[in-house]
């Protein structure tokens, strides 16, 4: 599976960006999905995640309520909606895959390049 994620950009606080990750080489319906960020001299962590369906989700408790994961098998590509954005938000965003009917929390065997994601004060 290779992942292409794109969409990041400068934002100011409060404001709102979506991410996109695009998947070829398999197929993508049987892949859960995720999006990990790693801020600046921090550890990368787990931010959102969506099972092959869509039908179950799961999300950081930092990020809760204010991003929201999708996805569209039929055009092999999930998306996250980040609004209510807080400069601790500011990291570069991977999106991953693996094979699995859940939604795992780490794990994930492939990966995209990242998006960077900045917001400012």
């Known amino acids: 599976v290779q992942l292409q994620a794109y969409g990041g950009g400068l934002v100011q606080a409060g404001g709102s960006l979506r991410l996109s990750c695009t998947a070829s080489?398999?197929?993508?319906?049987?892949?859960?999905m995720g999006w990990f960020r790693q801020a600046p001299g921090k550890e990368r962590e787990f931010v959102a995640g969506?099972?092959?369906?869509?039908?179950?989700?799961y999300y950081a408790d930092s990020v809760k309520g204010r991003f929201t994961i999708s996805r569209d098998n039929a055009k092999n590509t999930n998306y996250l909606e980040m609004n209510s954005l807080k400069p601790e938000d500011t990291a570069v965003y991977y999106c991953?895959?693996?094979?699995?009917?859940?939604?795992?929390?780490?794990?994930?065997?492939?990966w995209g390049q990242g998006t960077l994601v900045t917001v400012s004060s």
């Open positions: 969506i099972n092959w369906s869509g039908r179950s989700t």
């Open positions: 991953a895959a693996t094979y699995s009917t859940y939604v795992p929390l780490s794990g994930y065997d492939y």
């Open positions: 080489g398999r197929t993508f319906d049987r892949y859960a």
